[in-house]
């Protein structure tokens, strides 16, 4: 029997077979749980179809999370089909390309820098409340993806590690929102990838070569070493796991000078 034997799951954000929400896609698959997907527009619907006909899935639905209106129309949808929630899996990260090259101060922009936070940061608060009610009474487990420039200035980041400040603190507060009912609430930091989003930032080809030259496993994580994880995360393994931040990356979050 699966960890996840039973359990539905909502992931939002698979964008390639290379993004961490695919790895915990195939993971929390591979424990038993039942899937469903959102696709951010019409140019991703049958790449998600194909993904989701992948794990056995039928349950695809469109959601821009700078929507409200679309992120409400993604739990009525689903309510066609399950009559109840065990988990979220929020995998959306963007800000413009501009904001990501070069000195944060030359770069960032009010637009940018509300664009970060709204899509980023803000759309797990609101899917987050969205999802309440179908949860409600399930001991349910909402899940979303950080990096460590939240917590550490990392080139070329910039507004988008503020973002992902703003979402690490975001993860406490709903803990705390969230926890009277029930529902646990945590964040995986993982390691450098290369996925879709990874390939926007400057300089991401050096970095990851660096981490794998210095983290104390001296390789970089993969998109299925994230996916264990976040299965555990949201098991019922983890009942009294919640408002926390697990870093997943090889270790590189332990180092302060390499040796």
């Not at 065990?86 to 959306?92: F, P, W």
């Not at 709903?174 to 990838?193: F, T």
Request: charged share 20%; aromatic share 8%; net charge negative.
């Amino acid at each position: 029997m699966g960890l996840l034997e039973g359990k539905r799951a909502l992931i939002v954000g698979v964008a390639s077979n290379r993004s961490i929400a695919w790895g915990i896609a195939k993971a929390m698959h591979r424990e038993g749980a039942q899937l469903a997907f959102t696709f951010q527009n019409e140019k991703l619907r049958e790449r998600v179809e194909n993904f989701a006909t992948q794990v056995n899935s039928e349950i695809t639905v469109p959601c821009d999370v700078a929507s409200d209106e679309q992120i409400q129309a993604v739990f009525d949808h689903i309510d066609d089909y399950w009559d109840s929630l065990d988990i979220l899996v929020h995998s959306v990260a963007y800000a413009p390309r501009d904001q990501l090259e070069g000195e944060y101060l030359e770069s960032v922009t009010r637009e940018g820098f509300l664009t970060a936070h709204e899509i980023s940061s803000y759309s797990f608060s609101a899917l987050g409340d969205a999802a309440r009610p179908m949860m409600k009474g399930r001991n349910g487990a909402m899940l979303t993806l950080t990096y460590i420039g939240a917590v550490r200035a990392m080139p070329n980041y910039n507004v988008m590690g503020v973002a992902k400040a703003s979402l690490e603190a975001n993860v406490r507060y709903m803990a705390s929102s969230l926890g009277p009912e029930g529902i646990r609430v945590n964040a995986i930091s993982a390691g450098p990838i290369r996925t879709l989003a990874a390939s926007g930032i400057s300089g991401m080809r050096d970095f990851l070569s660096y981490v794998e030259r210095v983290a104390p496993l001296r390789r970089n994580v993969t998109i299925d070493e994230v996916g264990n994880v976040a299965a555990f995360l949201c098991s019922d393994y983890a009942s009294a796991i919640t408002g926390e931040i697990t870093y997943v990356d090889c270790g590189y979050n332990a180092i302060g000078m390499s040796f």
